[in-house]
């Protein structure tokens, strides 16, 4: 069966189905929307009190009844739909504007969260088409979404995976991770180079990554004075030894 829902937010990029609080659904993702596509459904309740959903049988030829659009603003423009991951009953994506988390019906704009001028030079130079190659992936085991953008004009040579956490709901940083692929599987994330090679990634015990060392660095920043927030710090030392 099929079912023709509104075309003035452009072609569907993606289709998705995810659980929220009205029940299994299915999502279809426009180029500058997002439809909820309503199914005629029925609540069962078992002899021991649970609840599941089941598509109702009544119509068989209308399982899709209507469309409810929960934003027609954003979507995945161009070829965006490259930027999306999900895991669980999240989903997560970029486009033009920004990135994005859609969750139990409601979009959120991600990137405005604190990081946005980072975010915004990369997704708006992107070039149309797949001039820009990106791709999205999401790390089970640190639950983290990663938008990997490989090279935009002269803003970055290489590639980069800017990284949102689920668990502090903040952007904390970026991944060098030199591969054009990124997959998740078993809370196992791999790299592949072009389809060339397959290296997992956070390994805590290797100190080479694709037969190269791994770099590690920490960057601080310091401010000459300080305007507010003056405090004293008191030491002691217990030990023979003058200093």
């Known amino acids: 069966n099929f079912y023709d829902i509104s075309d003035n937010t452009g072609e569907i990029k993606f289709a998705w189905d995810a659980l929220s609080d009205r029940g299994s659904n299915l999502y279809a993702v426009t180029d500058s929307g997002i439809c909820l596509l309503i ?17 109702s049988l009544e119509q ?48 959120q704009d991600i990137g405005r969260v604190k990081y946005f001028s980072k975010i915004f030079p990369y997704v708006s130079l992107a070039a149309d088409g797949y ?23 002269s803003y970055s040579s290489g590639i980069v995976a800017l990284v949102w956490s689920e668990l502090v709901e903040h952007w904390v940083g970026e991944y ?48 000459k004075q300080s305007s507010y927030g003056k405090e004293f710090f008191r030491f002691r030392i217990n030990s023979n030894t003058s200093p």
Not at 39 to 55: C, M, N, W
Not at 131 to 153: N, R
């Open 39 to 55: 199914t005629d459904k029925r609540t069962l309740s078992s002899v021991e009190g649970a609840e599941f959903t089941s598509i």
């Open 60 to 107: 068989p030829d209308m399982v899709i009844t209507d469309q409810f659009w929960i934003n027609k603003t954003t979507g995945m423009s161009d070829e965006f739909w490259r930027s999306a991951a999900e895991f669980e009953n999240s989903l997560y994506f970029a486009n033009k504007s920004s990135a994005h988390l859609l969750l139990n019906n409601k979009v």
């Open 131 to 153: 001039g820009t190659k990106m791709e999205g992936c999401y790390d089970t085991k640190h639950k983290e979404y990663w938008l990997s953008i490989h090279g935009v004009g």
């Open 176 to 223: 060098a991770f030199d591969y054009t692929v990124h997959m998740s599987f078993n809370n196992r994330t791999y790299g592949s180079r072009d389809g060339v090679g397959l290296y997992e990634l956070h390994d805590d015990a290797s100190f080479t990554l694709g037969g190269t060392n791994i770099v590690s660095y920490v960057d601080q920043a310091s401010s």
